[in-house]
């Protein structure tokens, strides 16, 4: 069972067009929600870290937002720039411990 | 950003060979994980450790083992390689367990023939 689901698997967008990035989970007591974005070849980069509902978070054209069962990751006028695998990931307990749980990532290409 | 080596970055082995990656991190973070990555999967947990000489399995442990002798380096190690473990691998550290942020290395790529 997916605890952590992101959509959509891959996204064109146009420079300039505004979209959003969806991660829904089913955890109970979140601990902890992440966002990081990946380059091919490269390792996952953190981008933002949200606790509570209502939270939201902001880098540049990218901004986090949380609900109780969803995250987004808004990006404003994106740039080519922006193109990159954005991954979601949740706090999930296991055996006393934490553990961060990914989804399979949104795959994001802007065409200039 | 944590300070975080892995090494090999790139390794070509044969099946039924020994393979023993390395994580070394400068930040004195307590955790650290060992995930893979494949196509269709994402990242998915192998083992992780919660400080010296302590670790514990993750979603995909089997035909890996882990040790930590150090709170500075974290191995992991397949006894004897198979095809299926063809993948790239990335290590990642954390300050704690609840809620806390973790960051990455820049991957091992392992190849399997």
Redo the contacts between chains.
Sequence with gaps: EDQVTQSPEALRLQEGESSSLNCSYTVSGL??L?W?RQDP??????LF?L?SAGEEKEKERLKATLTKKESFLHITAPKPEDSATY?C?V?IE??G?????????TSLIVHP | DAGITQSPRHKVTETGTPVTLRCHQTENHRYMYWYRQDPGHGLRLIHYSYGVKDTDKGEVSDGYSVSRSKTEDFLLTLESATSSQTSVYFCATGQGSYGNTIYFGEGSWLTVV
């Design positions: 601990r902890g992440f990081y070849g490269k390792g996952p980069e953190f870290t606790y991954l990931a706090s296991a055996g411990s934490y553990i961060p749980t990914f989804g399979r990532g």
